[in-house]
C-alpha cells in the first residue's frame, strides 16, 4: 500500500503471523521511502504490542 491514512498494515501483519503460525515479522525499509519510513514506528508497535517480534 502507497498512501495508507488509516495505518492498517500493522493490523494486517498480525493477522498473517497468526494465520500462518509465524514466528515474527521481517520488516525490510526501502531506503529513500518516506512514507515507509514514517509508518515503520507505527507497525513496530502494533507488532509489539501483541507479542510480535
Excluded: W
Excluded at 16 to 39: H, I, S, W
Amino acid at each position: 500500500m502507497l498512501h495508507d491514512p488509516e495505518k492498517k498494515r500493522g493490523s494486517l501483519l498480525v493477522d498473517m503471523v497468526r494465520k500462518n503460525n509465524a514466528q515474527g515479522v521481517v520488516y525490510l525499509l526501502t531506503k529513500f521511502c518516506d512514507p515507509e519510513e514514517f509508518d515503520a514506528p507505527i507497525i513496530k508497535k502494533q507488532l509489539d504490542k501483541k507479542g510480535i517480534p
